[in-house]
């Protein structure tokens, strides 16, 4: 008599869409493409994943670390998982089915931890001595407000590059935040299929005492989007919305997200900051944050590159200026100033090659890069001829700083 055949149970991974706001980052984190997405929701491909965890770290909210034993024969399907503003209930049935032997279970679970170690190039834990941080607060289901007490440009007037410095103000409802995170903003009005609109993610760019010291605000570093990616006209449904602003208006925000972009607390860290753009909201954060405590004791250094096309399209260029030099080591590159060559972020940082490999040496340096995703490889070959002029072992090095919380990538 032949014995029926075995029932077999797969832990199948899915996005929780009540949370998710749609940053891509599990999508670009994938290594083999097992994530996907409509104008609605992220979903994972239940036949193409492997569970290798790669996507784990880097999402800021959670969203992304969701689980159920399902039948594999009753797996979800992305066109199913499309349609869901919710994740569905553990089936019972399902989940009541043993894991894999010890054995098989802890080799498979080694197995996916050098998958993912290998393929986040960035790290996936916070510094050792962050401060602990509060997340996903307000949600898409229970999302807070705050009122509009500050918008004003950044850039040149003759540019056409338009970054916006908005300062929210969120009166008495607690919102804590820290140095590296993020908050969704949710803009009014309704997708082409009658769906309110996501949130769109934005960097703090205040430190976690308040843009204005003691106050229960945070600031944005916005840019108004007038093209999409291929360079066709488009107006950003959220950065429009949100540079129009004006002074007395209320914002529906959710958050905060993020756990492990963040700076460390201990005084004598040092930070290498690299960005470009609007990635320079964390970098704010950060640097407001130190030299507030600058007279407090903490003595670590500040080394910044930070690149734009102009110094007029630099968001903060007067400000920054103006800081001491003793207190932060400014290193600016601007990639289409006339006549003078295209100058990029990873070129600075060869000139300075020297106390950039300095830094690296040090166990108590922190590397933190954001911008736009192009900058990403440049700014890691960088990194890597440094070391190797220096005498250090770029791939060891790379791995000890992930491991460690010390290198930090957010780049979109």
Same mark, same amino acid.
């Given at each position: ?11 199948? @991974? #899915? ?26 929701? &992220? ?44 994740? =569905? ?44 941080? &509060? ?14 007490? /500050? ?12 970054? @916006?410095?908005?300062? #929210?103000?969120?009166?008495?409802? =607690? ?11 949710? =803009? ?28 229960? %605000? ?10 999409? @990616? /291929? ?33 460390? %607390?201990?005084?004598?860290? @040092? ?20 030299? $507030? ?13 930070? /690149? ?9 260029? /007067? ?40 830094? #690296? ?35 060891? #090095?790379?791995? $000890? ?10 780049? &979109?």
């Amino acid at each position: 008599m032949n014995a029926p055949e075995p029932i077999e149970i797969i832990k199948q @991974h #899915l996005i929780d869409p009540e949370i998710c706001i749609r940053c891509n980052t599990c999508e670009e984190t994938c290594p083999i493409d097992a994530i996907t997405h409509d104008d609605r929701n &992220y979903v994972v491909k239940a036949d193409v994943c492997n569970g290798c965890m790669a996507c784990i770290g880097p999402c800021p909210t959670g969203a992304i670390d969701n689980w159920r034993h399902v039948m594999k024969a009753e797996a979800y399907g992305t066109d199913e998982q499309f349609t869901w503003d919710e994740l =569905p209930a553990q089936n019972t049935t399902a989940a009541a089915v043993p894991e894999p032997p010890g054995d098989a279970a802890a080799a498979l679970e080694a197995d996916n931890d050098l998958v993912a170690s290998d393929m986040v190039r960035g790290a996936s834990v916070p510094p050792w001595s962050a401060a602990k941080p &509060y997340v996903n607060l307000y949600t898409h289901k229970a999302p807070t407000t705050a009122t509009v007490v /500050g918008n004003y440009r950044l850039t040149d007037e003759s540019v056409e590059s338009d970054i @916006h410095h908005i300062v #929210l103000d969120f009166g008495a409802m =607690p919102f804590p935040v820290l140095e590296g995170q993020s908050i969704g903003i949710l =803009p009014p009005g309704a997708s082409a299929d009658g769906k309110p609109h996501h949130a769109r993610q934005y960097s703090i760019a205040s430190p976690r005492d308040g843009e204005r010291p003691r106050y229960n %605000n945070v600031s944005l570093t916005v840019k108004r989007v007038t093209h999409d @990616h /291929g360079g066709d006209p488009t107006d950003g449904v959220c950065s429009n919305y949100l540079c129009d602003l004006k002074k007395g208006d209320t914002v529906t925000v959710i958050g905060p997200f993020g756990t492990t972009f963040l700076m460390p %607390n201990h005084p004598n860290s @040092h930070l290498l900051m690299i960005c470009t753009g609007t990635g320079s909201a964390p970098m704010r954060a950060m640097t407001e944050y130190r030299r $507030r405590r600058r007279l407090k004791g903490a003595t670590g250094k500040l080394m910044l590159f930070f /690149g734009a096309r102009t110094k007029e399209e630099l968001p903060y260029f /007067g400000p920054l200026t103006n800081l001491p030099k003793d207190f932060i080591d400014t290193n600016l590159a601007f990639s289409r100033t006339a006549g003078v060559p295209k100058r990029y972020v990873q070129d600075a940082m060869r000139e300075r090659a020297g106390d950039v490999a300095q830094l #690296l040496k040090d166990d108590n340096a922190y590397v933190y890069v954001c911008g736009l995703k192009g900058m990403e490889d440049g700014v890691l070959q960088a990194l890597q001829e440094i070391a190797g002029a220096s005498g250090l072992d770029w791939e060891a #090095l790379w791995s $000890r700083l992930k491991r460690e919380g010390r290198l930090h990538l957010e780049t &979109y």
